[in-house]
């Protein structure tokens, strides 16, 4: 099993060589202009309102300016929030090149040793050089445990699936097959890609750890609302191998297996948040196939990590909470920070703090398949299906299914 590292993205931009606390940052916290209306404005709030990003002095953001490897490391070192004192102990002094950049020093040496990072092999790190994409995607692979071994693939190509198949591309690139991995980082993107992992792996910690309370903030019953978010090391049935209670998510496919037992039983490829499980059926009751691909969600009822029934009403299978917030696709006149307007009635839809949002995949003028989404994916123009699934007093969306604008005609 890996080992997940929680990370708390604390993302020092900037030179600066001291740092606010949180407290200071509460105090004097500011919103940044330059980001307002941009792909990155959601991003960047929710980074700072977790008091983990600040703004240059004059109030911007500065999306567009580039990060340079010293930067970069810091990061990442922050992302696996080692002590002061672990950072201290593994001063080594391998890197001759790192003059000048005494704020990151024992932040490099702490990388180091712990495998983030290499440098080139003569002694130097080029802490000024911008990173590269394939280079903070390897920071991030190897601070999440992953051994170079166990990827598929060479150099840099590795890195960058697995960073891509943990989510850290999301909102940058819907997929790598024509993407420039060797241009620098932009603070923007950095963001983008901060938020989507602050997102995912808070959730998992939460997840694996039995957080006793839910996204919301209200009591989560260990057997009646499925976690939203779970490692990557589920695969199979993994942390869903025990679970009993009401799990929502989409459904990619249906096949047929046996069982441990020897019996032949409908296996379900289950998405989840970020990850896909293969979930077996009791053999009692036989799950349409093919399934629906119509942005509706399925609720699984569980028994100990056996699917007994599926339905695409939650309220059949007696879920504590199922609603459709939309009443089928509707089309988005704009979005808020979280709230989300509709087109035509006006109505207001808010998406909760960790909510889960899935994409529409189309083959031709049909949608094949889902995948994950991030909030920044909801714009002007675009198909939604928002569902409620927490069970508490607001009706507010915590699943999304979402049809980007330039795939909207396919579906009218």
Not at 113 to 121: L, R, S, T
Request: net charge negative; aromatic share 8%; glycine share 10%.
């Amino acid at each position: 099993m890996k080992k997940i590292l929680v990370l708390l993205l604390i993302i020092i931009f900037g030179l600066a060589v001291t740092f606010p606390t949180f407290a200071d940052f509460e105090e004097n916290q500011r919103l940044p202009a330059d980001t307002a209306g941009s792909l990155y404005e959601e991003a960047v709030k929710t980074l700072i309102g977790k008091g983990v990003v600040s703004c240059y002095e004059d109030g911007t953001f500065r999306p567009e300016k580039t990060l340079n490897r010293a930067e970069a490391c810091l990061l990442i070192v922050k992302c696996i929030n080692p002590s002061e004192s672990a950072i201290r102990a593994e001063k080594n002094d391998y890197f001759n090149d790192l003059n000048g950049y005494g704020w990151a020093e024992e932040y490099i040496d702490h990388a180091l040793e712990k495998g983030i990072v290499k440098g080139y092999g003569n002694g130097s790190f080029r802490p000024g050089s911008p990173v590269t994409y394939y280079e903070l995607s390897a920071m991030l692979v190897n601070a999440l445990g992953y051994q170079e071994s166990e990827l598929q693939g060479s150099w840099p190509r590795n890195y960058l699936d697995k960073a891509f198949e943990l989510g850290a591309f999301q909102g940058i690139a819907e997929d790598l097959s024509g993407f420039d991995s060797g241009q620098a980082v932009t603070r923007g993107n950095a963001a983008l890609m901060a938020e989507a992992a602050v997102r995912s792996l808070e959730g998992t910690e939460a997840a694996k750890e039995h957080d006793s309370k839910s996204s919301s903030g209200a009591e989560a019953p260990s057997d009646s609302e499925s976690p939203s978010n779970l490692p990557k090391e589920s695969q199979s049935a993994g942390k869903l191998s025990d679970f009993s209670g009401r799990a929502f998510g989409m459904i990619l496919g249906i096949s047929k297996v046996l069982n441990t037992d020897g019996d032949q039983v409908q296996q379900i490829e289950f998405l989840m948040g970020k990850d896909t499980f293969h979930l077996n059926t009791d053999g009692k009751n036989t799950i349409s196939n093919p399934i629906s691909f119509d942005g509706s969600i399925y609720c699984l009822k569980m028994s100990n990590g056996i699917v007994n029934d599926a339905d695409t009403d939650g309220r059949k299978l007696k879920a504590k909470r199922y609603a459709e917030l939309t009443g089928g696709w509707k089309e988005v006149e704009g979005r808020e920070n979280k709230i989300i307007t509709v087109a035509g009635s006006g109505d207001k839809i808010t998406v909760m703090k960790d909510a889960i949002f899935y994409i529409a995949v189309f083959d031709g003028n049909n949608i094949e398949e889902y995948k994950s989404g991030v909030l920044a994916d909801i714009t002007g123009g675009s198909l939604i299906r928002a569902y409620d699934i927490t069970d508490d007093s607001a009706d507010n969306a915590d699943i999304v299914v979402i049809v980007k604008s330039k795939d909207k005609s396919k579906l009218m």
